[in-house]
């Protein structure tokens, strides 16, 4: 099954090369496009194959794990492999039109694609130093993304993206290195069992802080946040949704995994950590947002936020909590490169993104407003958008086991952000334009609109169904969470795979 | 020959944090590439050590003798120092861009992407 397991990092890098071959031409961006449609193509079997046969492992190279390089899908790395793949496909239709040719002539598409396969790797890893590789293979061509087109304000934030992201890369190096020298293995599977033949199990919670800091700053958690509001308002807004959407949860992710599979020796330390950090992300998120006048500051704001349930899904550690992670996670994607596509739209027809600046959106252009308000509502939580059925798994698995407190901060940080899309709506698409400016979206080409609109209409349409449909979705994350607090059958998977 | 190696690579860390807590941003990538090569150290150390043994198998036979050097840390050491040196060539060109365009190296000075308030009025 190796092949069905290679395919979603196989093919963005095909698809990477041929749009730098092509660069020149328009095709680049087509290929981008047609890759990102094989790429769900592929992800929808794979997902299907984990459905039908659970946990499914490959061994690279077919040296037997744990002595080469795994690649596993269970149903939390398959649902992420997909979603990655429907961003992708929506922000490549949307590159489409917002991507001006001298960025394309530097190589967008290639980085894009690249960025993808990294983000395909690192969920679908079993190995620990192969997650490494993923991570530096996300993270350059991140930075490439982030800085292409080269103006003032993309290198400040590129600055302290780069640096930042890179301190926290040299901390995940040196805990796989101490956890190797502890266990002697590096297979996540392996892993799971060898850590509990370790003597020194204190030591072994020195390496957990270790990996939830290096993955925390990736996740952009209280306090290890501060890169990325610095930095996501920068770049394109292609760009933006796709860093908005995938990267910091390709962190959350790898919190997730270590967390559950190989870091459970110690839950009532680790994820006590776990559940202040929760807290304040969600807090100081929120807050930030709030003090922000920036269509897209306030977003960026709100990934922090919006983290913090997804780590408090974690942290409390039930199986409801983490049946409310995953639901979390996915709905969460779907929703925030949304926004930021809008967010895109917005500048497009009015010139700015700074909310004093603009206005007269739901006069001029009725469309955007609507598409705009349902991933607003569903992310402050309204029913029964898919937000509200996040929000709720989580509230109510806090409460299940009398976490007043964090119950409590989760709902007013709910109220909080809809203090704040309130703002944005207020602000961007009710109040007059201050300069007395009619913003149609007629002004667009229609070539550019549909490919503006397209993957914003798509991604909303995901956003309702997901909301007025949750049965199923919920069965799943439900399925998917006890896979993760059972790891049984993974570890049977990745090391029964092969004699 | 462990205690030696431990003792260079907290000298090394904290050299590295040293610089990297300097504003300028040039000093600052040289204590990430300090403390990288710190932990690429930790990683080699973490193999254990072992003197005068590399990890060959005899002819006929079908494992190294027991022993001998660890070559899985050595290949992952390797493998780190290759990804180093890419982010960091790349990080080297981004500090020079940013002193060419922004016109400083301080960090505390870089805030075209978050103007203060009081700055921008």
Redesign the interface.
Known sequence: MSWMLSLPILIPFLTGVLAFLLRELRAGAWISVIGCAILLAASAVLMGHVLDKGVVAGQMGNWPAPFGITLVADLLSAVMVVITAITGLAVSIYALAEINRRKEYLGYHALFQVLLAGVCGAFLTGDLFNLYVWFEVMLISSFGLLILGGSKAQIDGGIKYVTLNLVSTILFLSGVGLLYGLTGTLNMADLALAVDQVENQGLLTVIAVMFMIAFGVKAAVFPLFFWLPAAYHTPSFSVSAVFAGLLTKVGVYALIRMFTLVFDHDVGYTHTILLWVAGFTMVTGVLGAAAQSDFRKILSFHIVSQIGYMILGLALYTPLALVGAVFYLVHHIVVKANLFLISGVAEKLTGSTELKEIGGLYKSAPLLGILFLIPAFSLAGFPPLSGFWAKYILVKASLDIEMWIIAGVALFVGLLTIYSMTKIWAQAFWEPHPYGLEPKLSILTPEQRWSYLLPIAFLATLTIIIGFYPEPFVQFAERSAAQLLDPAPYIEAVLGAQP | METLLALAIGVLVAAAVYL?LARN?LR??FG?IL??N???L???????LTQGLPPLIADGAYAPVVGSANA??QA?VL??IV?GF??FA??LV??F??YT??GTLN?DK?????PREDAAK
């Open positions: 990297m941003v600052f990538i990430l403390i990288s710190a932990a690429n930790t990683i080699f150390v973490s193999g254990r899985l840390p992952l493998t780190a990804i890419g982010l790349f990080a981004l500090v861009r940013a365009t922004l960090s870089m805030r075209v992407a978050e």
